[in-house]
């Protein structure tokens, strides 16, 4: 019998197509239609960043976009397994020791901090927030750095919050000094900020915001999205009083989407011990999740709805990666891969959204499309040379910009080319689509 984890054989180049199709989006269809690649993508010919082997991959373009990201071939690998019990000694194994692996990914040693990994995407985590955290008529400040600002509002007046927004220029983020003034204007049982807004690319200061909140306003909890950021961003989970982080699985982690993954302070878990009405939610409800990842936690099989043992364990490997280590080196690392994106950008003389270096993510750039060139005349042409770059998603200027994701495994493998030949891709299509470079952009 066959091994289940050997890698696989990959079928003859010349019988397979590449399809990519359009995403579809109420914003703008910012996703080119399918289109045949002309040339194969580095990452199907080159070695896995832990195996040492060919890679198994099929052949397809290097999707660099803010997430989805590419995959590592074992992480891939550990997912085709047979089926197990998610109440069995082996995957209660792995789910309790991928939960103590979260721990020091978010860096926290607080016994009190909670992991959670529960099925659903990121977003599940803003349901967790608005369920659990606040409870109707308090107040939420969330503050906007881009699409995803007006998307946490939104899901915290659903479940009765009064959520109001400290919004910034397009491209910027909400000063420390507007923060302060309406902390002292209202009291917040919530503040949220989004680390990276995957729409914009603006990075938001989480450490110093949660100083000032924690000097301001020490009663208000900290909840951070770092749906963009874990894994390629500093967190200090213990160190910077934050009391969320959420996460999801298919961005600088490293593993398929299909993951919630969040780590809560004990501070947080009192807030939720101390409602005062019980959450409107039954799935996102911390009652009944709580239990179950202290249970998993401690090896003990535990039930309130099923798991899924291949994310899981895919999930148990990247974080064996990732940790390997020192988180350091991976921060570094992302730092430097965004200064060579961000020079080619520049070289191109081609703006940020982001204006200003401090607002800068390191796993992503959000890009103005040059004048009389949409991103319909160049993301086709760079899929047919084997690159994936996502169209614009914020609301006002969805039409007027791309974005180029750079985190992961494209980062940490740089065997795999995956960012030298983006960035040829990039200025070949910017040609083929008419554009001259008039000079270096400004910052």
């Known amino acids: 019998m066959p091994d289940p984890a050997a890698p696989r054989q990959s079928p003859p180049q010349a019988s397979r197509q590449s399809q990519v199709g359009p995403r579809l989006s109420q914003i703008t269809s910012h996703i080119t239609a399918s289109a045949t690649p002309t040339s194969t993508s580095p990452s199907s010919s080159t070695k896995s960043s832990l195996s040492g082997t060919m890679s198994s991959q099929i052949a397809h373009p290097t999707v660099l976009i803010p997430g989805p990201v590419e995959f590592d071939d074992v992480v891939l690998q550990v997912m085709a397994t047979p089926s197990q019990s998610h109440v069995g000694a082996p995957f209660v194994h792995t789910f309790g020791e991928t939960l103590s692996f979260l721990r020091q990914l978010f860096i926290?040693?607080?016994?009190?901090?909670?992991?959670?990994?529960?099925?659903?995407?990121?977003?599940?985590?803003?349901?967790?927030?608005?369920?659990?955290?606040?409870?109707?008529?308090?107040?939420?400040?969330?503050?906007?750095?881009?699409?995803?600002?007006?998307?946490?509002?939104?899901?915290?007046?659903?479940?009765?919050?009064?959520?109001?927004?400290?919004?910034?220029?397009?491209?910027?983020?909400?000063?420390?000094?507007?923060?302060?003034?309406?902390?002292?204007?209202?009291?917040?049982?919530?503040?949220?900020?989004?680390?990276?807004?995957t729409s914009t690319g603006v990075l938001s200061d989480v450490k110093a915001v949660s100083e000032l909140v924690h000097r301001v306003s020490p009663d208000t909890l900290v909840v951070v999205d770092g749906v963009c950021s874990v894994g390629c961003e500093e967190i200090q989970f213990d160190k910077w009083g934050l009391d969320v982080?959420?996460?999801?699985?298919?961005?600088?982690?490293?593993?398929?989407?299909?993951?919630?993954?969040?780590?809560?302070?004990?501070?947080?878990?009192?807030?939720?011990?101390?409602?005062?009405?019980?959450?409107?939610?039954?799935?996102?409800?911390?009652?009944?999740?709580?239990p179950i990842m202290r249970n998993y936690e401690a090896k003990k099989p535990s039930y309130f709805a099923t798991p899924s043992p291949q994310l899981i364990q895919a999930l148990h490997t990247s974080l064996t990666q990732i940790l390997a280590a020192p988180l350091s080196v991976r921060f570094e690392a992302h730092k430097a891969t965004s200064r060579k994106v961000k020079a080619a950008i520049k070289s191109l003389g081609l703006r940020q959204l982001a204006n200003k270096p401090e607002d800068q993510s390191n796993g992503m750039t959000a890009v103005y499309l040059p004048t009389g060139i949409t991103a319909s005349d160049l993301l086709p042409k760079l899929l047919a040379k084997g690159v994936v770059m996502a169209g614009g998603l914020h609301r006002e200027i969805a039409t007027k910009y791309f974005r180029f994701g750079h985190m992961g495994v494209s980062v940490m493998n740089e065997d795999l080319g995956h960012i030298d030949h983006a960035i040829v891709a990039l200025k070949e299509a910017l040609a083929e689509a008419g554009y001259k470079p008039s000079g270096t952009a400004t910052d």
């Open 108 to 197: 926290t040693t607080d016994p009190a901090s909670q992991p959670l990994v529960v099925s659903g995407s990121g977003t599940l985590g803003w349901d967790f927030v608005a369920a659990n955290l606040v409870e109707p008529g308090e107040k939420a400040l969330v503050l906007h750095s881009g699409y995803f600002g007006d998307s946490f509002a939104e899901c915290l007046k659903t479940y009765g919050a009064h959520a109001i927004q400290l919004k910034a220029p397009i491209g910027s983020k909400p000063s420390l000094e507007e923060v302060e003034e309406e902390l002292h204007k209202n009291k917040y049982k919530i503040i949220t900020i989004t680390h990276t807004d």
């Open 245 to 290: 982080v959420l996460t999801a699985s298919q961005k600088a982690i490293g593993v398929p989407a299909g993951l919630c993954i969040m780590m809560l302070s004990g501070r947080a878990v009192n807030v939720f011990n101390t409602r005062k009405v019980a959450p409107a939610s039954y799935f996102a409800s911390f009652a009944n999740w709580l």
